[in-house]
């Protein structure tokens, strides 16, 4: 005597046969679990990282950005150099030192001089 049951779809399936499927479904369902057992490992594994990996690209960062700070430094001092080389024998502002008429001089050889 074979047994025949109906499933929703109206489909009649044996015992025989639901046996199989039911072995299927148990299958993909290990398959499933160890999946997402791999899937959790995975995730532990790289929490564990992921502070050491903030961690150096943070001092990579602060290298970076101390080179660049250095780098911009020196610009500045180079720029006052050639600004001192440039401006020797020159007052503030462009001024020329000990030339009568123009600007105000140290000992009085601007324009009130003559006064």
Do not use: W
């Not at 490992?41 to 992921?50: D, L, M, N, W």
């Not at 720029?79 to 007052?91: D, I, S």
């Amino acid at each position: 005597m074979k047994t025949v049951i109906t499933n929703i779809q109206g489909l009649l399936l044996s015992v025989k046969e639901l046996a199989q499927l039911l072995k299927r479904v148990d299958a993909e369902i290990s398959n499933c679990e160890s999946c997402h057992h791999d899937e959790n490992e995975k995730r532990k594994k790289y929490k564990v990282r992921s502070p050491l990996i903030i961690i150096i690209v943070f001092l990579i960062y602060s290298i970076v950005m101390y080179d660049c700070i250095l780098s911009i430094v020196h610009l500045k001092n180079k720029l006052k150099r050639r600004r001192g080389e440039e401006g020797r024998g020159e007052g503030k502002g462009g001024e020329k030192r000990g030339v009568e008429g123009k600007g105000k001089g140290r000992r009085g050889k601007g324009k009130l001089a003559g006064a």
